[in-house]
C-alpha cells in the first residue's frame, strides 16, 4: 500500500521521532559527534531549520521547522544513509539501525513549540539517564539556557519571545523546566508524532487543512489516540 505523504505546511513547526531498531544506535562519543555533524550538513543542504534536539541511546528527537515540503524528509535520510554506514563500519556491525522511517507531525505553535522543546530537552531525566538536564551532553537544553551555543541551532521566534535580551531567555527557559509538564499533552505530543496526526486545537487544525500538503486528521485534544509503544 502507498504510503500517505506527511504533513507539510508552510512556515510551521514540526516534531520528529527517529527510534532505534534493535539496540543502542549510539556506542561511544564519536558516535554522538558525527551524528551532530551528519545532522549539521543534512540540515544546511534541505534548509531545516532545528530548534531541539536530542540523542539519546535507543532515540532521537528534533524539533525543526522545514523550508518546503521534502525539507524533513530529504535531511532524515541524507543523516541516516551516512550515519548507519559510518556507524556500522566503526563497531564492525551490519544491518539496519532505526526502525523503519522517522516520525513527524505538525504542531501548532503558540500552544506546543515550548512543549515540544521542553519534552526534548527533558528526554534525558524522563528516561532516567541523568537527574538533570543540563548534566545530559546530548541535547539542545545547555544551548536554550546559554551554557553552550550550538552553531546549527536556529532559535524560534516563540523561543526570542521569552526575552527581551539572551539572559532572560535563558532564565525565563530555566523556569519553565522547572515546573512539570501537563501529562496529558505531553502524551497527546508523543502519540500524534507517532501516528503523524496534526496536533493542535481545533482551529488550527481546521486551518492548517487548507494548506496542508495532504488531507488532515486533527488529534483533538479531548480525544485519546491510539497508542503506538514508545522508546523516547
Not at 506527511?6 to 527517529?18: C, F, G, K, S, T
Not at 536554550?144 to 532572560?168: C, M, Q, W
Amino acid at each position: 500500500m502507498t504510503r500517505l505523504a506527511r504533513h507539510y505546511v508552510p512556515e510551521q513547526p514540526q516534531h520528529v521521532i527517529l527510534q532505534g531498531f534493535t539496540g543502542p544506535a549510539f556506542l561511544d562519543e564519536g558516535d554522538y559527534l558525527y551524528f551532530l555533524a551528519c545532522l549539521a550538513d543534512a540540515a544546511r543542504v534541505a534548509a531545516l531549520a532545528i530548534h531541539a534536539w536530542v540523542l539519546m541511546p535507543e532515540a532521537v528527537q528534533f524539533l525543526v521547522t522545514p523550508s518546503f515540503q521534502s525539507s524533513v524528509a530529504i535531511a532524515m535520510q541524507a543523516v541516516s544513509r551516512r550515519y548507519v554506514e559510518t556507524f556500522n563500519r566503526r563497531h564492525g556491525r551490519r544491518g539496519a539501525v532505526w526502525r523503519g522511517g522517522y516520525r513527524a507531525t505538525v504542531i501548532e505553535p503558540e500552544r506546543y513549540f515550548l512543549l515540544a522543546s521542553q519534552v526534548i530537552d527533558h528526554a534525558p531525566v524522563r528516561n532516567r539517564l541523568v537527574a538533570e538536564p543540563g548534566n545530559y551532553r546530548w541535547s539542545s537544553y545547555t544551548h536554550h539556557t546559554g551554557l553552550r551555543v550550538d552553531s546549527f541551532i536556529k532559535d524560534h521566534p516563540i523561543y526570542g519571545a521569552l526575552g527581551n535580551t539572551p539572559l532572560e531567555r535563558y532564565r525565563a527557559y530555566r523556569d519553565l523546566g522547572a515546573h512539570s509538564p501537563d501529562e496529558r499533552e505531553v502524551d497527546n505530543l508523543m502519540q500524534s508524532t507517532l501516528n503523524e496526526s496534526m496536533l493542535g486545537s481545533p482551529a488550527y487544525c481546521e486551518w492548517a487543512a487548507q494548506t496542508a500538503n495532504r488531507r488532515a486528521m486533527p488529534l483533538l485534544l479531548r480525544d485519546r489516540p491510539q497508542k503506538v509503544r514508545l522508546r523516547t
